[in-house]
């Protein structure tokens, strides 16, 4: 058996007030200089926070700055434009800077440390990044988080939509990881089985989690704590098949389909629900957690087309054709349009 070098972060740090100790953890880590940025006007909401607590540990604050841009072009130049003394790179806010900056550290083989501001998707600790390449949004490869430090207080903050679409970019490992499971048995690749579990034992832990509200730590807690193991399970993997499967495909084709798409885990999450049904795989689960956290209460207010959808299921398999999930077969793209136009619960999110 060949010996395989997995990349997971030696930092992990999740709770109320962390981001007042950024100084100590990376000062654990032995990181002396940084390269800061962050999302748009972030620094006024966080900037001094995070520059008195690595000022108090003596850490070089090299840069500091707001990202706005994810084309890739942009992205090179502001790598190679960065203190040879950089000794990190950290990225402060949603998924934007998240992909830059860790895109950027890929670039320059340096160590990447993510302090997502919102709980929308798994992107914080995964090892892709997604940029604007000659105009189209492109997956690339990145740089895998060596260390995320969360605060709670800080994701509580944030409108609830982003913690919706937290829930449903996690809930959504339910059906990959039944597509991944369907694409081994059909012969077209190999199912990893410790990746698997992990990704498994991820959602599981999440939907069993006992919650009043959405903002409760212990959920936010979970949510984090579980997005964070759908990066390493990719990790293990070497490719996203553990956490997107035809879900996720749909999403990326309503990205190219409509001019404004919703958040990546909303998008997502509908997919999730749809799937799970052609599936025949814990659709009932998938109902009862969307439920019970309010997520379909907040879709349902969305002014979703549905007309939308089904040119999605259509064109999903054309976004990874190398892949061959239920969506690749067009018997499961007929079910799934029936169950977008017949399903009780689709018809509370699409209004008809």
Known sequence: ????????????????????HIGEYLNIQGIESVSLFFGNDLIELFGQQVKESLEKSEIMILEMK??????????????FAMDMKTQAV??????????VAKYAAYLRKLPFI????????????????????????????????????????????????????GIGDLVSKITSL????????????????????????????????????????LFLRELVNSLAMSGIANEIAGSSAPTS??????????????????LHGVQV????????????????RVNTIFTDTGFWDFVSTLDLNIEDYEKAIDMAPSIKPFRHLYIHEEKYRRRAKKVLYHDEVMGKVFHR
């Open 66 to 79: 707001e990202l706005d841009s994810t084309d890739i072009n942009d992205i090179i130049s502001l790598a």
């Open 178 to 217: 039944y597509d991944w499971l369907y694409e081994d048995r059909q012969g077209y690749t190999t199912l990893d089985d410790f990746a698997s579990m992990i990704a498994k034992k991820a959602v599981n832990s999440f939907v069993r989690t006992p919650f009043e509200t959405i903002t409760d730590d």
């Open 114 to 165: 993510s302090v997502p501001t919102s709980a929308s998707s798994d992107g914080f600790s995964s090892a892709s990044a997604s940029l604007m390449v000659d105009g189209r949004r492109t997956s690339v490869p990145a740089r895998m988080a060596a260390g995320i430090i969360i605060d709670t207080d800080v994701i509580k903050s944030a409108p609830k939509k982003f913690i919706y679409s």
């Open 90 to 99: 950290v990225g402060i806010g949603g998924g934007k800077v998240i992909d």
């Open 1 to 20: 058996m060949n010996n395989m070098h997995i990349a997971i972060p030696t930092l992990l740090k999740v709770g109320q007030g962390t981001l007042n």
């Open 269 to 284: 999450g509908i997919a999730t629900y749809l799937m799970s049904v052609v599936q025949e795989h814990r659709y009932k």
């Open 245 to 262: 499967g035809s879900e996720h495909l749909i999403s990326h084709a309503l990205d190219r389909i409509l001019e404004q798409p919703q």
